[in-house]
C-alpha cells in the first residue's frame, strides 16, 4: 500500500490536533464531555489493535470534562485548552489510578498522590483518558518489553510504535487521545514520535518537574509531550514546564510563553548538521534523505544550515549504558514486596529469599539484565573503570554540545536510523535494538532539549528530524519547527486504521 | 611492646523538627507508622528535597568541632537491601563531606589528649524492624528520614578512659549547640568504636574490630576496655583475630562476633542524582559561626578564671548550657559565685531531682535564688534557716523576702530586744553565770542557748554573744 492511500479525506473530531478543539471547545462548537466522548468513540473502534492502553479512565475523564463545561458555561475564565482529553505514560503517577509502569512487580500499585505533571494538567482541566503502555520501567525502544501487551504502530499493525513511551504515541496516532504525556531518558518520547509521525520533546534537564515520575535513570530522565503538531507541543509544554519545589532538580528558570515564537521569522538562524548522526553507520537512506530534504527546506526559509561534528557523540552508547543501569539498579532496588506492588507468594527462608523471589517474579528480563549490570559497574573494584569513566565521556559529550552551540543556534540530525521495525524482528538482538536510540541517547547525556518533527515516509512508514537546543532554549527549537511544518504537510497524514 | 589504636564513630539524630528530606515530623515516640509521607516510605516517584535546617545543624556542630565547612558537598547512595530502609538505599555523604578536619582537646587523668575529627557529615535515619515471637516481622518507618549526624574521628584514642571523655565532652558540646538530645537509650545518640593494637616500632597491627550494640557512655567505655584486653590477650595466646564486627553483651560484659570481613557488603556508593550539591555560601557560614554560643570547655575555664570556682564546680554547672546560664544569672544578681555554685549544685539540684524538673523548669527563679543568698548576707537569716526557706519557696513561689516575713523567720538583731532576753537567761542560769566567773568560758554556751531556744534559733548568734559577754565582763 501506497503511503499516500493511507490519508483519510474528512477530519473526524479525533483527528483535530489539540489547538483546533480547544478553539471548538472555546467556541462552544463542542463540550468537553464530547470531546471524551469522540476519544473513547475511537477507542471502540482502534484500541483491540493497537492496544496503546493499560487502564483506561472514562468516569474520571467525563467528570472532568463535565466540570470543564460546567465552569466554561457559567463564564469562568478557564485555562486555554481546559477540556481537552490527554493520555499518560503509566509510569506518571495518579491519585487513585493504578501506575504498574508495565510491570508485574507494580500491577497492583494505585499511588496515593499526583505527579506534578499531572496535577497541572488536571488543574488545566484536561481530562484524563487513561495510562499509556510503555516497556516495563520505561527500558526500551519498541514497547515489546512491556509486561502486559505489545502496542502496534498505527501506521502499520505489524510494527512496533517505538518506545518506551509507545503506548502514549500510538494512543495520539491512533487518534485515541488528544495529546499526551511521556518520559525520556535515552529517546523515549522522541524515538516513538518519529516512528508514530507526531512532535515530541524532551525538554531541557530540569525543565519539567520529575516528582511523581516514576525513575527508571533519574539524572536522564525528563517528562515531555507527544502531540500532532509543533503549536500542540508549545502549549503542552507550557503547562507542565516551570519550577517544583518537591524536585530539587527542577530548575528556577522562568517559564516563557512557547507560542509566542509559532511564525517568528526563522532567516538567518544557523542550524548545525550534525556529520556522525546523520551520514554514520546504521542510518537508512531514506531516512536520511528525508532529513536532507527538510534541511533543504529550512535553507530555502533563510537558515544557514553547515555541517558540525560531535566527535565524542560515538561513545554516547557505552556511556549511556553505564549511568542509566547504574542508577537504574538503585531506583529499582525499592521494588522487594516489602510496602507496595508484587510479592512472592512461594514459600521462603528468610527476607533475602523473600526479596530475591519478588524480584526474579516481577520484574521482566530486560530490567533484569540492567540491574545486573548497573549494580556491576556501581561494584567496589569496577567503579572507577566503569561509572567514574562513564561520568568523564559524559562530560565530553556535553562539551562537544557547549563548542557546537557557539557557532549555531540549534543542530540537526534524524531522530531514529530507521523507520519502525517488525514486532519481534529486534527482540532478540539487543544490540540492534540499542541502536535505534544512536541519534538521541547523546541528548540525554548533554541534559539538552530536543524534538522530533515528522519529516517524510519511506514506504508508508514515518520519519522525523530531530532539532537539538541550548539549554532551555526550547522556544528556538519550536519557532524552527514550526516554521518547516508550516512549509509541508507530513504532520497532517493520518494512519488508515 | 603494642598500644591500643581506638576512633569512634558517632551518630546524633538531630533536633530539627521535620525529617531530612520531606516535611513530616521528626518526633521520638509517636504511633508506629503515623509519620510517614511517599517520600520517606520510598514510593515510585518520590523525590527528596534536603532540609536545609538539618544542613545548618551539622555545619554549626562541624564548626564548634574546629571542621572545614566544604564548598561543594554531595549526598551519595549508600545501597544495600534490609526491610527498614524504605528505598534500600540510604542517602548519606561519602567523597565532599559538608564539615571535616576538626579536633577535640580532652584533658585524660590530668593529661591533655588531642583527638582530631575526620568528619562530621548527614544521613537519614533507617527504620526500625520489629520481631515478634511468632516469627513474624514488622518494620516502623515513623524514624525513616530522620536527619542523622556521623561524627567520625581519627583513629587518635589510646585507652578507654579517653574514650568515654570524648563522647562526655561532645554529648555536652551536642547539647550545647542544641542540635541534638543526645540520648543514648533512646537511641538518639550511638557510638560505635573500632579497636585495633600497634606496635609504633614495626608498625604491625591486629585486624581492626568495629563495636556495635551500645547503650550508654559506659557501656562504650566498658567494650572498649575489654576488647583492648581481648586483642592482648589473643596476641600472647596466638588465639587468630580478624576483621570483623562485634556485638557488646552487656550483662555478660564481653564482646562476641556479629559479622565478619568477609561477609561484609559492599556499598556500591554513587551520587544521589535526585538532589543537587549543597554549595554553602561563606556568608552563612560566616553567620552559623558567629552565632555559636560559647562553647561548654571555653565556659568551663572561664568559671574559673572570671568567678574563682574549684574546676569541680565549673565542670558541673557547665555540664549542660542551662545549668550554666542559671548560675551566671544568679551570680550576676547576688555576687558570691562560690555561694551561688553551692546552692545552684546543693539545694537547688535536689529540689529538681525531686521534682523531676528541668533547671528551665524551675520554680524558683535565679532572681529569687540570688535574694535568698542576700538574706544571708546581709544578716536577715542564717544559712541554716535559709535552708529550710528554699523548699518553702518551691512550694509556694513567693520570694525569700515574703517567706521569711510570712513565717518571721528573720533574725534577731535588735539589741534592746536580745538584751532583754540576754538579762533573762543571765537571772535563769545562776549556775553558768558562776562556773564562767569561775573561769569556764565553755559555760557560757548554757546562755547562749537559752537565748536561742527562746528565740528558735531566730536571734542572731554573734549579736546575742556580744551582749551577754559585755553584761559578765561589764
Redesign the interface.
Known sequence: MAADTKETITVQLHELTAWELTQKLQQREISAVEAVEACFDRIAAVEDRVKAYLCLTRDQALQQAREVDARRASGEALPATAGVPIAYKD???TDGVP?T?ASRI?AN?V???D?TVVERCSQAGLPMVGKANMDEFAMGSSTENSAFQITANPWDLERVPGGSSGGSAAAVAAGEAFWALGTDTGGSIRQPASLCNLVGMKPTYGRVS??????Y???LDQVGPLTRDVRDCALLLGLIAGRD?????SAAVPVPDYTEVLGRDVTGLRAGIVRELLYGEGIESDVREAVEAAIKTLDSLGMACEEVSLPHSEYSLPCYYIIAP??C??NL??Y?G???GHRTERETTS??DM?AKTREEGFGDEVKLRIIKG?YV???GY?DAY?RKALQVRTLIKRDFEQAFERFDLLICPTSPSVAFRIGEKADDPLAMKLADICTLPINLAGIPAMSVPCGFSGGLPIGMQLMGKPFDEPTLLQVAYAYEQSCDWHRRRPAL | MYEPIVGVEVHAQLTTSSKMFCSCRAEFGAEPNTNVC?VC??????????NRKAVEQVIRTGLALGCEVGTLCRFY?K?Y?Y?DL????QISQYDEPLTFGGRMELSVEGRPVSIRIRRAHLEEDTGKNIHLPNGR?L?EYNRCGVPLMEIVTEPDFRSAAEVREYLLQLRRLLWYLGVSTANMEEGALRAEPTVNLRDPETGERTPKVEIKNLASIRAVHDAVEYEIRRQYHCLETGEPMQQETRRWNEAQGITTVMRTKESAE?Y???PE????PIEPEPEWVEAIRAALPELPQARQQRFVAEYGLPEYDAQVLTEDRATADYFEAVVQACGEPKACSNWVMGDLQRLLNESGCSITESRVSPQQLAELIGTIKDGTISHNIAQAVLPKMWATGHSAREVIAAENLALISDATEIEKLVDEAIAANPKAVADYRGGKEKALGAIVGHVMRQTKGQANAAVVNELILARLNG
Open positions: 509510569l506518571l503517577c501506575t509502569c507494580l500499585f499511588p496515593p498522590y505527579a520529575r516528582y511523581g515520575v516514576v525513575a535513570a533519574s539524572s519545589q518537591r524536585d530539587s532538580t547504574a542508577e539498579s538503585s532496588a525499592r522487594d516489602v510496602r507496595y527476607v533475602y526479596f549494580t556501581l561494584s567496589a567503579y561509572y | 511517599p516510605l520510598g514510593l515510585p516517584g518520590s523525590l527528596p528535597v534536603t547512595r545501597n537491601f526491610p524504605a528505598k534500600n538505599y516481622s518494620v559492599d556500591m556508593y554513587f542524582p535526585d538532589l543537587v
